[in-house]
Structures are given as C-alpha cells and as structure tokens.
C-alpha cells in the first residue's frame, strides 16, 4: 500500500524559506515519479512541481518556478520541496504524490500546512 | 499554465446522473489522452477515481466514467449516493513534465 508521509510544513515570514520533506513506503520509491500539490484556503488543487524517478526531470508551475526546487533521494525514499522568497499566497495544504502507470497520481499523503504572514 | 475550468458547482437528488465539465486548451486537455479525476471530501486527501481520460481507478466502475472532446473532459456520475458529496478535479498532463489542475467543483447531493 502507498504510504506518503509529509512533513516539514508551519509558520514562515514572507520572504522566508521552508523546506518540506515526503517520507514514502510500501512501495519502490525510485520506480515512480512524484510530485507536490497544494490547496489554499478556499482554493483549489494547484500542481506544484513534478520529479521523474531519477530526478533527471522536473517541472515546476508558474507560480512557484524559480523559487521553489523539487528534489528527492532515492536512497532514504524521500521527495523534498525547498519553498523560498514565500509569500502569501504560498499558504497552504501541501500534498505530495505517487505517480501511477500513466500521467496521473494514484497515492497522496495527508499533507503538511505551510503558513505565511508576518 | 492557466487553470482548467470546472463548473464551481453543481447539485443532484440520489439516484439521479450529474456531469461535471472540464475545459482546457490545445495545449492540455486537447493535446494528451492524460486528464485524471480526483475526488477530495473535506480535510482528506484526495483520491483518484478516473484516469487516462476514462481509466476506471477507484469507486463504483458502473457510476464514475470520464470522456473527452476536443478540449473538454468530462466526469459522469450516476446513481448519486450521499457519499458522492465532495469537491472533483480534473487533472491534465500539459507537456514539458507539467500538470494542471482544473478549478474543482463541489457536488451536492441533495
């Protein structure tokens, strides 16, 4: 069973930096693509940033390329999100995500908040 | 990279059929067979329930189906049931290994 587990999210001061980690299990991590999400209060879904297996590949949204970098560790079956130059409208649920056979995401954590304000 | 546009809501008795829409460009939902549904209750996680346009992942396989024209998808639910009341997104894949998400729509069972 896909286990994702995250953590690392909490309070940040606009301008400030997080860096939120996804602990994965039950499955073989470095066979998978995986990615972040994230809701907003009274928001929608927003895709975030994508990593393919090895981390040869990534993409990132708009909203967030250039300041935030997706990585992951294959060894410690973890994906990592570092979250700099943040603001407001960076609060939210962040989720991360198991890739499925195809371009879709069949296992999702509980997620981790990340709030910013001053 | 501009959201896929959802209906912000829509409503239905038990028993009865909803559609949920979802519209994208060429660029997305026109380009790749690749749109995804996910259904998401209040303070969950959410869950796949169609991919590959219309891939049946999880839930009942004889009420969730999905379609696509063009550079619209859409969601079908029939037999509405109580627990059918959630908040459904579309996904697409968008090139240059990027996604977008549509809006969301949150289905009332009345």
Not at chain 2, 17 to 42: E, K, L, R
Not at chain 2, 72 to 79: D, F, K, P, Q
């Amino acid at each position: 069973e896909v286990q994702l587990v995250e953590s690392g999210g909490g309070a940040a001061r606009p301008g400030g930096s997080l860096r939120l980690s996804c602990a994965a299990s039950g499955f073989t991590f470095d066979n998978y693509g995986m990615a972040w999400a994230r809701k907003a209060p009274g928001k929608g879904l927003e895709w975030v940033s994508g990593i393919n297996w090895n981390g040869g590949r990534t993409g990132y949204a708009d909203s967030v390329k250039g300041r935030f970098i997706i990585s992951r560790d294959n060894a410690k079956n973890s994906l990592y999100l570092q979250m700099n130059t943040l603001g407001a409208d960076d609060t939210a649920m962040y989720y991360c995500a198991r890739e499925g056979s195809s371009y879709h995401y069949i296992g999702w954590g509980q997620g981790t908040l990340v709030t910013v304000s001053s | 990279q501009s959201a896929l546009t959802q209906p912000r809501s829509v409503s239905g008795s038990p028993g009865q059929s909803v559609t949920i829409s979802c519209t994208g460009t060429s660029s997305d939902v026109g380009a790749y067979n690749y749109v995804s549904w996910y259904q998401q209750h209040p303070d969950k996680a959410p869950k796949l329930i169609i991919y590959d346009v219309n891939k049946w992942y999880s839930g009942d396989p004889a009420r969730f189906s999905g379609s696509k024209s063009g550079n619209t998808a859409s969601l079908a639910i029939s037999g509405l049931q109580a627990e059918d009341e959630a908040d459904y997104y579309c996904c697409s894949y968008a090139g240059s290994y990027t996604w977008v998400f549509g809006g969301g729509t949150k289905l009332t069972v009345l």
